[in-house]
């Protein structure tokens, strides 16, 4: 089982799922699985992420912020700014008031 990592994560209200950055995938020893199949993505300019296609994700992850918990696999990105990117449902879910 993997140690507990604090880590800042982006919210991402144009997020359509949330995202790992695969170096800190690594860093942290996460488990990582081919999708079946590749997923496109476009940044906020309709442009393909230069990154190329998503074709991995991980391991299920239990995240906690504060009292809250869930199990979250992460499409994985190359070179991401940040470590994480949440997608805005999952602060809906459990932040609705997103204070």
């Known amino acids: ?18 995202f790992m950055d695969k170096n800190f995938a690594q860093a942290h020893q996460i488990s990582l699985k081919k999708l079946p199949c590749p997923a496109s993505i476009v940044v906020i300019d309709g442009c393909p992420i230069a990154s190329g296609n998503i074709i991995e994700e991980s391991e299920p992850i239990h995240v ?9 696999s992460f499409n994985i990105i190359s070179n991401l700014e940040h470590s994480i ?15």
């Open 64 to 72: 906690v912020q504060d009292t809250l918990a869930c199990v979250i």
């Open 85 to 99: 990117v949440l997608e805005l449902l999952w602060f809906e879910l459990h932040n609705p008031k997103i204070d």
């Open 1 to 18: 089982s993997n140690p507990l990592v604090h880590v800042l994560a982006l919210l991402d209200s144009g997020a359509k799922s949330c």
